[in-house]
């Protein structure tokens, strides 16, 4: 065989083996003439590029394939019109296969296709952001300009770009660049198709132009407006259309969006389409789907033009080699059409299957026949143009050397990519980590809507985790680390499954900490953190992470608490809990912070809820069960065991409705909140023994003027009021009865007594009465004065019954001693009595008695008497007198006159008590917020009671004018 090819060869003319006259010529690098081709077929359609499968011939059996790939090539079409009007196709060859070679002659099969092919080869992730989908395109495809031979063209052909919003995330994830771009135009209702141009004597040979478009509008006349419909034939004067068919599909008539806008809170419904529509494509878009209503309607209008685009398809095929995706035509000659106007017979072309074989010489292709056979692309073209679209006659002499298919629609009916072929949007599969992001220094970076920014470990650029640079460059958000990248990010509800209106739990992720990702839907461009993570790798028996931060911000977060191997470190995954950390400190995790530790070590537990203004330092703490110090991860030593109320500051125990302090212990859990019935006991017992000693007081006229009977007493009206309080109950307001005070009442009780000390002053002071009772002693005693000052009036009653046995003083009754110093009684301002039922001594032991009045003195006992007036002296007796002396004098008159002591006279003390009623109901205003001024400023701040009273102002010997005001 070898010697025949090289025989057939040398048969070869140069006419043979040249392209001048061929109706379809080849341009590679190689040169003009290094590949013939023999025959191709093409395919190309709107919004599907163009793939062209080309068999060619060579007389050179060892082309360097691999210096062919990725190379503009540029096949062209003679047409009808001229032997020198030809059709370019321009593209790059993607493939090049060596088919066959026998001697000094190859048979070579190339693939020609668009650049978008290169864009459709790896795949990338990467985040655009604030970009209309026109500047995401131009800044993908901007990343193909001048590698290489590759120099992509592309233009827009637009009605209103300003309809196109601004998109604040677009995600590309793990899909193509092409893939990504032609998911992007189809979302937004856009199409493409190329257009080609030749320049053979240049290095790129020509150029092909991607339009994008998305109105009817950018579709050109074909070269060939006037297309007439004839009969089939091998041969025929002019190009046309010899088969013509109408496909109908069934196809929804309206479409209906809907969309949850969760800042909006509704879910954002849009529909279009006719009315009486018998089928609707109803499409849940995910969430946020589009931002207006306008940009939503525009969606659905698109989508239904995709829908009905498909539904009426005139399928024809012939021999008009002009035709192309994107161009026009009207058809002539077709017995239903031609009734119609020229609108309804004008036609878009969508797609075309271009048939072709070139017009070799007789001596090559029986050269070619010989030596290599028929070749596999040449079989598939007979074989297709076998089918009733394509058959003209059974002979190989009938056999066209051009023939298309072409897909169609009515010009007036709007292009739209169909929804079959729309690219999916990536969907992404599981979670993902990220990094939190901030603003430069910022410890938390948050909006008012509970939101965050996220970066992805996958996001390349100068701050990304990888440290890699983005081939791109500045044509997307990259990796900025910072309060740039990402958009707003919602953050679930990490403590508790609740988000309500002004309540649930919160709890946001901070700067540089590691968050999982999940998406809605699993669309990438609707990311949502759901939780966080701890990551990198603590440090045995000891806080904080062996590697502190990474790039882009990120952050080493150890466990706080964590199952050590020594020392007080050495317990089992015990504590579980909450720690908080103070903002300057949340990335060091060595400041301030509060924290709930639940300890569930076997038969140590405990609660504890912590504060500490510094690191183990400011302590604020409440702690319940095993009590014991902690220190981060410390199980330190224990300190006790029930609960525990400390702080190093100031503590407030506030009860507006009654509190109750009491070491009386509870068996199993009984009693209620606020029983004190142990408490109720002693106050009874006190209220008993405070009546028993003023009823004996008042039978014994130690009683004040006007003073009540016993039970009327303040102090004992007070106990019962106390009693009244503490056996209370609220009705079954909750369920059962329960103990409740009346009032806002404090109560104390201890079966073991109550103690309380202080190293310096204590005050005590009751507005109303104080009640002092004892069972047995009350004992004063004070290392200074003991100062008592009374108003009204004051009683000391002493019942005198005898003592107990064995105490060591047999006396009862009422003594008064100074061991040193002076002794005064005074009545300032009336009279004073001193009475026995026996004796009554008089001494001094060391000096003189002396007894003085102003009026007179008058000594008595049985009748007689000795009285000292107007400076006489009289004795009178009805018995004898007796005069005894060793010696008698009576001598002149002397005078024996003394200084009587200075009294005050007693002036009025001044006090006042107001209570605030409402202007309106008359009713007393409880727990108001009110102050009392003077003329020399606020004398008292205070709330009003239950029952609407101040507190009482006292202003000593001071007349004042008093005035009330409310305070906020």
């Given amino acids: 065989m070898a010697g025949l090819s090289l025989r057939l060869l040398r048969q070869l003319s140069s006419s043979d083996l040249s392209q001048r006259d061929s109706l379809l010529r080849l341009a590679t690098p190689l040169g003009q003439d290094a590949l013939l081709v023999e025959c191709v077929r093409g395919e190309e359609g709107l919004s599907h590029g163009f793939s062209f499968a080309i068999s060619a011939l060579s007389v050179d059996a060892n082309l360097s394939l691999k210096s062919l790939i990725g190379q503009p090539a540029l096949l062209q079409l003679m047409t009808a019109h001229s032997r020198d009007v030809l059709r370019p196709f321009h593209g790059h060859v993607t493939a090049v296969e060596h088919s066959g070679s026998d001697g000094g002659l190859a048979r070579y099969r190339l693939t020609l296709e668009p650049w978008t092919r290169f864009a459709s080869l790896g795949r990338d992730s990467r985040v655009f952001q604030h970009m209309t989908v026109f500047d995401i395109i131009d800044a993908v495809f901007r990343e193909y300009q001048s590698k290489g031979r590759l120099a992509p063209e592309w233009r827009f052909d637009i009605v209103d770009r300003d309809v196109y919003p601004v998109r604040s995330l677009t995600t590309q994830y793990q899909e193509s660049n092409f893939a990504f771009v032609a998911r992007l135009m189809a979302e937004e209702g856009l199409f493409h198709f190329f257009e080609h141009t030749d320049d053979p004597g240049s290095p790129s040979l020509g150029s092909h132009t991607m339009v994008i478009a998305d109105h009817n509008g950018a579709f050109q006349p074909n070269f060939q407006p006037q297309v007439r419909f004839t009969q089939s034939s091998a041969v025929m004067k002019e190009d046309g259309m010899d088969r013509w068919r109408i496909e109908q599909r069934l196809r929804a008539g309206a479409v209906e969006l809907d969309s949850w806008d969760y800042r909006a809170l509704r879910q954002r419904s849009v529909s279009t389409g006719g009315h009486g529509a018998a089928l609707t494509d109803h499409d849940t878009r995910g969430q946020y789907a589009y931002t207006t209503r306008e940009h939503g309607q525009r969606l659905a209008d698109r989508h239904l033009e995709s829908v009905t685009a498909g539904a009426e398809l005139y399928v024809g095929a012939g021999t008009v080699r002009t035709l192309a995706p994107g161009t026009t035509f009207t058809l002539h000659g077709q017995a239903q059409l031609d009734a119609a106007d020229d609108a309804a017979r004008t036609f878009a072309v969508v797609r075309v299957v271009h048939l072709m074989h070139n017009n070799l010489t007789a001596a090559l292709q029986a050269c070619a026949t010989a030596c290599l056979g028929p070749g596999a692309l040449a079989l598939q073209l007979a074989g297709e143009q076998g089918t009733s679209l394509h058959a003209v006659g059974p002979g ?12 169609a629609i009515r010009s007036s009916t709007p292009y739209r990519t169909g929804p079959d072929a729309h690219p999916q949007r990536p969907r992404v599969q599981g979670q993902q980590t990220a990094i939190v992001v901030g603003s430069a220094g910022s410890v938390i970076h948050t909006d008012r809507d509970h939101r965050v920014k996220v970066q992805f470990h996958w996001q390349r650029g100068e701050q990304g985790q990888s440290r890699l640079a983005h081939p791109a460059g500045d044509n997307h958000t990259g990796a900025p680390g910072d309060d740039t990248a990402g958009t707003w990010v919602r953050v679930a509800t990490p403590l508790a499954p609740v988000a309500g209106a002004n309540w649930g739990s919160h709890a946001l992720p901070r700067v540089g900490q590691e968050v999982l990702v999940d998406f809605l839907e699993g669309d990438i461009d609707r990311p949502v953190v759901i939780g966080a993570v701890y990551n990198g790798r603590g440090q045995m028996d000891a806080q904080y992470n062996q590697v502190a931060g990474g790039p882009g911000g990120s952050t080493g977060n150890a466990a706080a608490w964590f199952p050590g191997e020594s020392g007080s470190h050495a317990h089992a995954a015990v504590l579980s809990g909450i720690k908080s950390q103070a903002m300057k400190d949340s990335q060091a995790g060595a400041g301030a912070y509060s924290q709930l530790v639940l300890d569930d070590s076997p038969g140590q537990s405990r609660l504890s809820l912590q504060r500490h203004a510094a690191a183990h330092d400011g302590m604020d703490e409440l702690n319940l069960g095993m009590l014991r110090h902690q220190t981060d991860n410390r199980r330190l030593h224990p300190t006790g065991f029930g609960a525990e109320l400390k702080t190093a500051n100031g503590l407030a125990m506030r009860a ?4 109750l302090l009491s070491a009386d212990a509870r068996g199993n859990a009984s009693g209620t909140q606020l029983d004190a019935r ?3 006991s002693q106050v009874g017992a006190s209220k008993a023994l405070q009546e028993s000693l003023a009823s004996a007081a008042q039978q014994h006229n130690a009683k004040l003027d006007g003073e009540p009977a016993p039970a009327k007493l303040p102090a004992t009206t007070e106990l019962a009021d106390t009693l009244a309080t503490l056996d209370a109950t609220d009705g079954g307001e909750h369920t059962n009865p329960a103990t409740a005070f009346s009032q806002p009442h404090l109560q104390l009780s ?4 109550i103690v309380a000390v202080t190293p310096a002053s204590a005050v005590m002071f009751a507005g109303a009465t104080t009640s002092l009772t004892a069972g047995q002693d009350i004992n004063v005693a004070a290392q200074g004065s003991w100062l008592n000052g009374f108003k009204d009036g004051i009683t000391l009653f002493t019942y005198g019954k005898a003592s107990a046995g064995d105490k060591p003083n047999k006396e009862t009754g009422f003594a008064m001693h100074a061991a040193s110093g002076k002794a005064s009684v005074q009545s300032q301002s009336g009279m004073t009595k001193l009475a026995a039922a026996k004796r009554v001594t008089v001494a001094s032991v060391a000096k003189s008695v002396m007894v003085a009045a102003k009026q007179h003195v008058m000594l008595t006992a049985q009748g007689a008497y000795l009285k ?7 004795l009178h007796g009805p018995g004898k007198m007796s005069f005894k002396a060793t010696s008698k004098e009576l001598a002149g008159p ?3 006159s003394f200084n009587a002591p200075a009294l005050p006279s007693a002036k009025p003390l001044y006090d006042e008590q107001f209570v605030l009623l409402d202007k309106h109901s008359g009713e007393p205003m409880a727990f108001v917020a009110y102050r009392i001024e003077g003329p020399e400023g606020v004398l008292a701040r205070g709330v009003t009671d239950a029952t609407g009273h101040t507190q009482r102002v006292h202003t ?13």
């Fill in 396 to 407: 190989k002499g009938e056999r066209p050397l051009y023939r298309n298919r072409i897909d």
């Fill in 656 to 659: 507006g409705r009654g509190l």
């Fill in 894 to 896: 002397a005078d024996g």
């Fill in 750 to 753: 201890a079966p073991a007594g």
């Fill in 868 to 874: 000292l007036e107007g400076g006489n002296i009289m």
């Fill in 678 to 680: 142990e408490a109720g």
């Fill in 956 to 968: 000593g010997f001071k007349r004042q004018t008093l005035q009330l005001f409310l305070d906020e």
